[in-house]
């Protein structure tokens, strides 16, 4: 089957993605990661779009953006993983891609994921994914939200503030909130999003979204249309 053709819009929250191709890695080490996260700060800025959560491990980069504009976060991706590839190539003397394939991108229901995903980004080991081999080679935005350090990639979402009313409180929710992790059927939607390509929300959001595209934005009901009644 056809993948389905992207869709973007400004001002919305996309949740993108890209992984590697086993057995290769991404991150070797933290310089790396180092490299990773400045290439993002840059490009961010670059291409204005806002970077709310993240997470960059050996086998994947992924995070949550809003772009101001549609073509935002194609650029972007486009943008980090060429300018990293580069630099991590020449850092380890090879050549060729890292990526298994294109970025996938999701719009989301900020309103009822923001806080999910956010969750899910707070770490490999608290987030549903496979060990990666006792090594805690890792960077997310988990540190930024548990008032550890500021995070100059981070753009706050207007989400975060329903976690609290005060920076104490809403550290201690997010902390305990990525503590707790998620429900199976929480990670089951998220993980059939991002793999489907259909956005992440409820019929309402799927329904105002749909008006504004004429690519179909849900899945087509299984079986033939029905004839029309003869009268």
Known sequence: ??????????????????SVSAPLVMVK???DLQDLWSIWCAQSESHKVGVHAYLFDPNKMTALVTPSDEHGVGALMQ????????????????AGTLWS???RSVLVDASRWMLPLMTWMGSP????????GGQALFLSS??????????ALITPHPEVWRLGNTPFAREAAYTEMVHQGLSPSDLLLMKGALHSGWPLGGAEFVANLQNQTERRLSPAKRGRPRKPLES
Do not use: C, I, T
Not at 79 to 94: L, T
Not at 125 to 132: C, F, I, T
């Open 1 to 18: 089957m056809a993948r389905l053709q992207r869709f973007s819009l400004a001002k919305h929250v996309h949740w993108v993605q890209v």
């Open 79 to 94: 943008s980090v993983g060429r300018q990293y590839v580069q630099r991590f190539n020449r850092r380890h003397h090879r």
């Open 101 to 103: 394939g294109r970025y």
């Open 29 to 31: 080490d933290h310089e």
């Open 142 to 151: 988990e540190k930024h939200y548990a008032g550890v350090h500021l995070d």
């Open 125 to 132: 080991e608290r987030s549903g994914e496979p060990h990666l």
